[in-house]
């Protein structure tokens, strides 16, 4: 890519947006030297008041807060995270951002700002109503503030776009020393709109900005697949939910472990060639955690030795683990039987959070020396 200069430059004069105004005949006015190419990075706030994404709020007290909180109610898909009263959540857009994005800035004290209805749509209507009816062809963005993980501070980012890729994509290129790129894809929707924020400010009533000079852009793009590219797909998401909520899930987790019982345990020789086996640091590190927690007479202990594996569970694979569940004192105790079936779940729980499935199986009928339960532990197939 050729290297040239960029220019950033605020878009001045545009005055009050409000319900039904004419967004495009706006930008048009205040800009009468846009031209063809330009990429202009429009606040979303601006968009929203067009479109009339208002809600009526008191103008203090407790009751605006209510209003707010019904807001974000509203505007929320899912949420994230939680700490008091601030909540990151997911939008209906698929955006994760504080407050589902409702904002009482820049408007009047009696009204709260929600998100565009479609930031992407909102991005292909203004460029097609500057590309239709006064011959502009220009890219748009749709930016936002935005607050990042693990940093301090806030910037904007690209709610939506259109008339430009979103993503740079780097891959299979080789960078100066011969090295393959295997994961590099730049947002540059979202650099433009951080870029863009430099001259806007968030308080001297400059909604638009203009980034000119980005290479290859002649305005006559395709509107492109938008900022809705970008949100990534909830299976590789590593961090989709807050410490407290991944917490809450994992409980779920543990109070929703099927109640498998197998009388037959598959034999050994039908074991996956590929199976891998069970890490005793694993079963140690389950072992660990409960112990703690397991009533008084409950004996959890691996068994390792293959005699008494075969005698206790004949059709475990070798690659499974097995660990025997003991009760000391008498067998016929209710209440000891109910916090020894308590405790094999909790075995289970903590043997779950180590990646690693788990059954109860039958101890053998008439061995004296049998313990009255049996989990039986297997690595998932990688």
Same mark, same amino acid.
């Given at each position: ?250 409980? !779920?987790? @543990?109070?929703? /472990? #099927?109640? &498998?019982?197998?009388?037959? *345990?598959?034999?050994? =020789?039908?074991?996956? $060639? %590929? +199976? ?34 075969? !005698?206790? @569970?004949?059709? /475990? #694979?070798? &690659?499974?683990?097995?660990? *025997?569940?003991?009760? =000391?004192?008498?067998? $016929? %105790? +209710? ?48």
């Amino acid at each position: 890519m050729t290297r040239v200069p960029l220019e950033i430059v605020p878009l001045t004069g545009m005055g009050e947006v409000r319900p039904g105004d004419d967004l495009a005949a706006m930008i048009v006015a205040a800009g009468p030297w846009l031209r063809a190419g330009d990429v202009l990075v429009v606040t979303s706030k601006v968009v929203s008041k067009a479109e009339g994404r208002l809600v009526d709020a008191p103008a203090a007290g407790p009751a605006r807060d209510a209003a707010r909180e019904a807001a974000i109610t509203a505007e929320t898909a899912r949420l994230v995270a939680r700490r008091g009263p601030t909540r990151i959540v997911q939008t209906h857009h698929g955006f994760v951002m504080a407050a589902a994005g409702v904002d009482a800035s820049n408007v009047a004290p009696d009204k709260l700002v929600l998100l565009p209805k479609d930031p992407d749509a909102a991005a292909r209507g203004l460029r097609a109503a500057l590309r239709d009816r006064f011959g502009l062809r220009v890219a748009v963005i749709v930016s936002d503030t935005m607050g990042r993980t693990w940093r301090v501070g806030l910037t904007d980012v690209a709610l939506g776009a259109a008339g430009l890729p979103p993503v740079r994509d780097h891959r299979g290129e080789v960078d100066p020393y011969g090295n393959e790129l295997q994961l590099t894809q730049m947002a540059i929707v979202d650099e433009m709109a951080g870029a863009a924020e430099l001259v806007k400010g968030k308080h001297d009533g400059v909604p638009v900005a203009v980034v000119r000079g980005y290479p290859g852009l002649t305005g006559g793009e395709p509107d492109g697949p938008g900022v809705a590219a970008l949100i990534r797909d909830p299976a590789e998401d590593l961090f989709s939910l807050g410490t407290a909520e991944a917490r809450a899930e994992g409980l !779920r987790a @543990a109070a929703t /472990l #099927p109640a &498998t019982r197998l009388t037959d *345990a598959p034999p050994a =020789d039908t074991a996956p $060639a %590929d +199976t891998p086996p069970v890490d005793p640091a694993a079963i140690a590190a389950a072992l660990a955690t409960v112990r703690a927690v397991t009533a008084p007479g409950t004996r959890l202990v691996p068994v390792a030795e293959p005699a008494v594996r075969a !005698r206790l @569970a004949p059709g /475990l #694979p070798p &690659t499974g683990a097995l660990i *025997a569940a003991h009760l =000391d004192g008498p067998t $016929a %105790d +209710t209440t000891a039987l109910l916090l020894l079936g308590a405790d094999l779940h909790r075995l289970r729980a903590a043997l779950a959070a180590q990646g690693l499935a788990s059954t109860i199986l039958p101890a053998p009928a008439g061995d004296p020396g049998a313990p009255l339960a049996l989990v039986a532990a297997a690595a998932p197939r990688r």
